[in-house]
């Protein structure tokens, strides 16, 4: 084997998926087809969830200190949730797609692991050993393991012929990077032919300008994809939603995107693993996508350390589909029901405006706007475990208690499981599996619970602790 796992596309699905390999203690190479990193910024904010896992990681700070990422007012179909930056332990921040791309080069390229470019995947063919893959120009290279995070256009699901059912693509919008004066203390605006602009925080240039995202759609704005967006496009854009009182000072970039909306039908191909945009696609709303991505590859990154390292009990690899596929599907959900109240064609359809309505009365209330906050932030996910869903905690993250000298985020940076055993109940029975779960016992105030690598809970309360072990992490040594 030249490695023990291939990591085709080096978005932040793709160095996420390494640098938890790279805690597992396994061999990556992480290959992308583009020669240089994108410096577009793509995505715009990072979620709670996800920065919960780059907190237990101890990555999360320094991600901070790479610049001004202000915490930010979450929305749902263009909705404000005011409670949503306080919902939740981190709230929502603003950081690009590009700033995460670049922290994380540096983060793994300093544990001497960097992405080799220029790799275009041509082939790829897997036995009962390994995987095969062909790039362009000749070159192979053998893994136990591959992972596609090769994007939207993913040459692995294509190589695969996995199926990849959904809806097509019906409408474009107008997605930019840009700097305006005069703007508005709105983040959606609708006019009355049914034109709107959706603006978001990107950060500041290397001037300290601030940068934003403008989303901009309507009648007439659905252009074939391939279409150039032009300044005069913005400027026009602009003065049908705002009039005078917003002006364009720079465009830095400008796409269209579609309103498609797919997931593939299998995350797990035998050795082949497909995640973010390789297994779902969306329109890009509260940059689920990107999130949605990242934790596809904390959830397969301990799995596939496990099978690596032998440890693995039957059938967790599959249980990257089980816990995944729905998480993405949920996603879909909520960005087919935005995309329908937002209007986006502008129609201006009674009947839509009518939903809207009484969806913009509803979400003021508290238990409304901490549904969907938890549901944007992807808080709301919970993992199936067998065997002990009945308990509140069991299949959620788990809460970043204060255990005296340390935190439970803390103690997930060493990529174990974590026992929390304030009782010292479970000495004994934890010991055969210490090479893979650390004991936290007296001391802590906490309730007893088994925590994955990943920061899911997975067992919680008294009794019958053992079939948790096994099932998560094998056999006992």
């Known amino acids: 084997m030249d490695t023990d796992v291939l990591i085709v596309g080096a978005g932040p699905t793709g160095m996420t998926l390494a640098n938890e390999l ?27 969830r996800t920065l919960e896992a780059l907190d237990q990681r101890g990555l999360l700070e320094p991600l901070l200190a790479t610049g001004d990422h202000p915490v ?33 080069e540096q983060h793994l390229a300093a544990h001497g692991r960097s992405a080799r470019r220029d790799h275009e995947l041509v082939g790829l063919a897997q036995d009962d050993d390994g995987v095969t893959a062909t790039f362009a120009g000749g070159d192979t290279l053998r893994s136990r393991y591959l992972a596609a995070a090769d994007g939207a256009h993913s040459t692995v699901r294509s190589l695969l012929r996995a199926g990849f059912p959904g809806q097509p693509g019906t409408l474009t919008i107008i997605a930019a990077d840009v700097r305006l004066s005069g703007e508005p203390s709105t983040s959606h605006t ?33 252009l074939p994809r391939e279409t150039p967006v032009t300044e005069d496009d913005i400027r ?76 693995a009990p039957q059938n967790l690899l599959d249980t990257y589909h089980t816990e995944r596929h729905p998480a993405g599907a949920a996603v879909l959900r909520n960005v087919r029901a935005q995309s329908l109240l937002m209007d986006w064609a502008g129609t201006r359809d009674p009947d839509v ?9 509803m979400a003021q209330l508290p238990d409304v706007q901490r ?33 005296g000298p340390t935190r439970v985020h803390e103690l997930l940076r060493a990529g174990h499981g974590i ?37 899911y809970v997975c067992w919680a309360g008294e009794d019958d602790l053992e079939p948790a072990l096994d099932r998560w992490f094998g056999g006992p040594r």
């Open 22 to 48: 790279l805690i597992a203690g396994v061999s990556t190479v992480l290959v992308d087809k583009l020669s240089q990193r994108s410096d577009l910024s793509k995505a715009g904010g990072v979620q709670s």
């Open 72 to 104: 930010t007012t979450g929305h749902f179909a263009g909705i404000p949730l005011p409670l949503h930056s306080n919902r939740h332990h981190l709230p929502w921040r603003s950081v690009p797609q590009v700033v995460i791309e670049g922290f994380f």
């Open 190 to 222: 609708w006019n009355e032919d049914g034109h709107w602009a959706a603006l978001f925080p990107l950060g500041t240039d290397p001037q300290g300008r601030p940068l934003r995202r403008l989303v901009l759609g309507g009648p007439g704005t659905s």
């Open 236 to 311: 026009h854009g602009l003065r049908t939603v705002f009039g005078t009182r917003v002006q364009l000072l720079e465009l830095r970039y400008a796409r269209r995107i579609t309103n498609a909306s797919r997931q593939v039908e299998q995350y797990r191909h035998g050795r082949v693993f497909l995640a973010g945009d390789a297994a779902h696609v969306h329109l890009p709303l509260g940059a689920q996508g990107m999130n949605t991505g990242m934790q596809d590859a904390l959830n397969l990154g301990w799995k596939l350390g496990a099978a690596v390292h032998g440890w």
């Open 353 to 361: 405006l009518a939903a809207r309505e009484i969806f913009t009365a």
């Open 371 to 403: 549904h969907l906050a938890d549901l944007m932030s992807g808080m709301a996910n919970r993992y199936p475990m067998p065997g002990t869903e009945t308990h509140p905690l069991v299949g959620r993250p788990a809460p970043d208690l204060d255990l």
């Open 419 to 455: 026992l929390l055993d304030p009782a010292d109940r479970f000495d004994g029975v934890v010991g055969p599996w210490s090479d893979r779960v650390d004991r936290v016992g007296q001391g802590t105030d906490a309730e007893p619970m088994l925590i994955r690598p990943d920061g």
